[in-house]
């Protein structure tokens, strides 16, 4: 993925993909599943991904692979963003940064090949090259382990209580087996492909504004100057999201925004962040924005439920202008949640 230019984004889109070419060697952009890590070592761990609000373990969103042409020590480079789907909460984010030489430990000089690998088994990766142990639930550091097999591991109390229910009661003893008997514990969510497309320069017809004659008719009361101050700020929030509905027009189906540098488009006036808001990185650095997920990847993420579920208007997440490299783990970044308002 290339830095946009002009001002144009480049657009996520989700395609069903083989599991094979969503795995690490591959350098996915991807949706849901397990993350398909980059570096093999410096993972965070459980505390960086568990919940800052509620405490629960995060659970993987998506990555993004954004290699900085130009950088030797960001020739691969990739973005991983966690969120909260624990009712009632639904509501921490995170995103962590890493990025790799083109010689490095874990991966050939050489491009992965476009081929499918011969093996045919879909058992799933817990352990990495690094000889770092995943967890059995959610594909993140697996610090503790099963005190009956020592083969199973997990990052929390809670993922190892939810494994024991799905299954690995009865599979605990079949420890030649375990990584082909990963049951589905409803915590991940559906994996995709994400492509990217370059967004046209063609401006999209002008988007036709909603009827709002039934609030206008209700303010029949008000004293003049509310009314008008009323009518500017109903004008500007109406001006914003006809701004967001026509650049959306163009592709629907986009489930992201790509363009380092270039601005967000909010889908709201309301929650729009200034630059004090935005924390520099911790190398000193200003943040910048890279990319923001729009609402529509809702869509796929299958995680309606009674109550409070996993929900946002944009997701926009700032980066380090100069993508430092703090050590060879991973580095967090920062992302800026805008919900959907009453006035969108």
Wanted: negative net charge.
């Amino acid at each position: 993925m290339a830095a946009a230019s002009a001002g144009l984004a480049e657009l996520g889109f989700v395609e069903a993909a083989p599991a094979w070419r969503l795995r690490s060697e591959q350098f996915p952009s991807k949706v849901g599943g397990r993350p398909a890590w980059l570096s093999a070592a410096g993972l965070p761990g459980p505390a960086e991904l568990a919940c800052a609000l509620c405490g629960r373990p995060l659970a993987f969103l998506l990555q993004l692979y954004a290699p900085l042409p130009g950088r030797a020590d960001a020739f691969h480079r990739g973005l991983f963003l966690f969120c909260c789907r624990t009712p009632p909460c639904c509501a921490g984010l995170r995103v962590f940064r890493n990025q790799l030489p083109r010689r490095n430990d874990f991966y050939s000089y050489e491009p992965p090949s476009e081929d499918p690998p011969p093996e045919t088994g879909e058992s799933v990766c817990l352990q990495l090259k690094s000889g770092v142990h995943l967890c059995r639930v959610c594909g993140c550091v697996g610090p503790k382990t099963c005190s009956r097999c020592h083969k199973a591991h997990y990052c929390s109390k809670e993922h190892q209580t939810l494994d024991w229910r799905s299954g690995h009661k009865q599979a605990c003893t079949q420890v030649d087996n375990l990584d082909s008997t990963v049951p589905d514990h409803n915590f991940l969510f559906p994996e995709f492909e994400i492509v990217i497309e370059t967004e046209d320069e063609i401006m999209p017809e002008v988007v036709e504004k909603e009827d709002k004659s039934e609030i206008i008719g209700s303010m029949d009361e008000a004293p003049e100057e509310e009314l008008d101050s009323m009518a500017k700020h109903e004008s500007r929030e109406d001006n914003i999201f006809q701004e967001f509905k026509a650049k959306v027009s163009l592709e629907p189906e986009q489930v992201l925004r790509y363009g380092r540098g270039i601005a967000p488009i909010w889908i709201s006036g309301e929650n729009v962040p200034q630059e004090k808001d935005i924390p520099d990185c911790p190398c000193g650095a200003k943040r910048m924005f890279e990319f923001q997920v729009m609402p529509q990847l809702l869509n796929y993420l299958k995680a309606d439920r009674l109550g409070r579920s996993v929900d946002w208007g944009v997701l926009a997440i700032f980066t380090c202008a100069e993508s430092c490299r703090l050590g060879t783990g991973y580095t967090e970044e920062f992302v800026w949640k805008q919900d959907i308002t009453d006035t969108a």
